[in-house]
């Protein structure tokens, strides 16, 4: 049997789901660690609502943390959380008279006498690391090998839930017995708070490695899997033909436009017309006939709506889209999958990001960041989407670099936005610094922005204008 053909446990979560490659594997024993508040029992809560039937329920044990009491009426918050079942397919138990009374051989009694009268699919075990306090070192040893013949010999998926750290994983006894292994954590940096899903084993199988953004909410856990494309060597097909870019000065320093399904950038200083350029892109698309989407963490609706109108441009217009998204507390990953879904749904063929200077912000580290573009423009291609990115650059005049961490290469078009001095006059410049599978004319051109949009003037010999 293949990897990916072994039985499966959903967690009612088609993200968490791709992160373990289908779900986790059936009757095994999990473990789900991380510190307090992590949201180690709202996960496992989620498995034992979404699977359990009244014929094969589920069983929740609390141990020595938190009374079942407790758990039940913070459960009861949760939207997954349904009190018709309670009772008739989840049971919620309490272990701590056991183990008070009879040490750990109780716990063991208890579970066996349990499993035998109500035949579960799956059991919880919450807090598991609480029971080591309650015996020595080898005995505690003896109690998993016990715990573990119980559990295994029937049917059935189990979760112990506890207070783990990654290092525990060299030390303790019951991290060997698990045949998975799911880490919750947080992260400080700054003011910001980042919380992270983590698979460091899964049995048998393979998973998405690496550390998946999530979020704690009513609804539970949503998890984002981690963007990283390592690259398609499969044959796909990709869009064919050119495209116009929507902007007359671009098009005519081009073949009439870019490659269509082509990434771009348009970098350049502050109010210089990178986002102007963008929305001469995305419009010249809608009324092509091919939906596009805008997708932007500066401007809000309302503001957006303002802008356009002084182009004579409209957010209601068919086949325009716009997702705004604030950069404050905002995870790539979560952002991306968002605007994939979008692109989706509503069959999007030009997507403008405006910009990425904000995904830079929000990214965790460079290295993360340059895996995110990589990945995002990856997917783009491969779903015949043109992408237009804009990204603020610090210099003025004559500029040098496009960035300090090179992102250019990873777009098939780049154009360069500047400042000039001509005579006393400021005026704007652009150069098609690059256009992939395209003849293009790389000498700097003037350009005006009118109430008509971006006027492409002469080509400037820089020779004769100042760079401040």
């Given at each position: 049997?293949?990897?990916?053909?072994?039985?499966?446990?959903?967690?009612?979560?088609?993200?968490?789901?791709?992160?373990?490659?289908?779900?986790?594997?059936?009757?095994?024993?999990?473990?789900?660690?991380?510190?307090?508040?992590?949201?180690?029992?709202?996960?496992?809560?989620?498995?034992?609502?979404?699977?359990?039937?009244?014929?094969?329920?589920?069983?929740?044990?609390?141990?020595?943390?938190e009374p079942h009491?407790?758990?039940?009426?913070?459960?009861?918050?949760?939207?997954?959380?349904?009190?018709?079942?309670?009772?008739?397919?989840?049971?919620?138990?309490a272990l701590g008279p056991e183990v008070r009374a009879g040490g750990l051989d109780a716990v063991v009694e208890r579970v066996s006498a349990d499993i035998k009268a109500r035949r579960p699919s799956m059991i919880a075990i919450d807090s598991f690391r609480a029971l080591a306090t309650y015996a020595e070192p080898e005995a505690f040893r003896s109690f998993l090998a016990d715990l573990a013949d119980v559990v295994t010999a029937f049917p059935?998926?189990?979760?112990?839930?506890g207070e783990y750290a990654p290092d525990d994983i060299a030390e303790k006894p019951e991290f060997a017995v698990a045949d998975s292994i799911v880490s919750l954590s947080r992260e400080d940096s700054g003011v910001r708070e980042f919380r992270y899903l983590q698979v460091l084993k899964l049995r048998g199988s393979g998973f998405l490695s690496g550390k998946h953004a999530c979020r704690l909410s009513a609804d539970g856990i949503d998890v984002y899997p981690r963007i990283?494309?390592?690259?398609?060597?499969?044959?796909?097909?990709?869009?064919?033909?050119?495209?116009?870019?929507?902007?007359?000065?671009?098009?005519?320093?081009?073949?009439?436009?870019?490659?269509?399904?082509?990434?771009?950038?348009?970098?350049?200083?502050?109010?210089?017309?990178?986002?102007?350029?963008?929305?001469?892109?995305?419009?010249?698309?809608?009324?092509?006939?091919?939906?596009?989407?805008?997708?932007?963490f500066q401007e809000n609706p309302s503001?957006?709506?303002?802008?356009?109108?002084?182009?004579?441009?409209?957010?209601?217009?068919?086949?325009?889209?716009?997702?705004?998204?604030?950069?404050?507390?905002?995870?790539?990953?979560?952002?991306?999958?968002?605007v994939l879904d979008i692109v989706e749904e509503r069959g999007i063929r030009r997507l403008l990001v405006d910009s990425l200077g904000d995904l830079e912000f929000v990214a965790a580290d460079q290295t993360r960041f340059r895996e995110f573009v990589y990945s995002f423009i990856q997917r783009a291609t491969r779903a015949g989407v043109s992408v237009m990115f804009t990204m603020e650059l610090p210099d003025l005049f004559r500029v040098m670099r496009l960035s300090e961490h090179s992102f250019s290469h990873l777009t098939d078009n780049v154009v360069l936005l500047q400042y000039v001095h001509e005579d006393a006059t400021l005026r704007r410049a652009l150069t098609v610094i690059k256009s992939r599978g395209t003849r293009h004319d790389q000498r700097v051109h003037g350009f005006d922005i009118t109430s008509e949009g971006i006027v492409l003037g002469e080509p400037l010999d820089l020779a004769t204008v100042t760079s401040v």
């Open positions: 049997m293949a990897l990916t053909d072994m039985p499966r446990v959903s967690s009612g979560s088609q993200r968490l789901d791709d992160i373990l490659r289908g779900g986790l594997p059936d009757n095994a024993i999990n473990l789900v660690i991380g510190p307090p508040g992590a949201g180690k029992t709202i996960l496992s809560d989620q498995y034992l609502f979404h699977n359990a039937t009244e014929d094969r329920p589920a069983i929740n044990y609390s141990t020595l943390s009491e407790k758990l039940l009426r913070y459960g009861q918050s949760l939207s997954f959380f349904d009190n018709a079942a309670v009772g008739r397919r989840v049971f919620y138990e059935m998926s189990v979760f112990w839930v990283a494309d390592r690259g398609d060597a499969t044959a796909y097909r990709t869009a064919s033909g050119r495209t116009s870019s929507g902007i007359a000065a671009i098009d005519a320093l081009t073949d009439e436009g870019f490659l269509a399904g082509s990434s771009t950038l348009i970098a350049g200083p502050s109010g210089v017309g990178k986002t102007l350029m963008g929305m001469h892109y995305v419009f010249a698309g809608a009324r092509a006939g091919e939906p596009s989407l805008i997708a932007s503001q957006m709506a303002g802008i356009l109108s002084a182009f004579g441009w409209n957010l209601g217009e068919q086949d325009v889209h716009l997702f705004y998204e604030s950069a404050v507390d905002l995870y790539v990953d979560e952002w991306m999958s968002k």
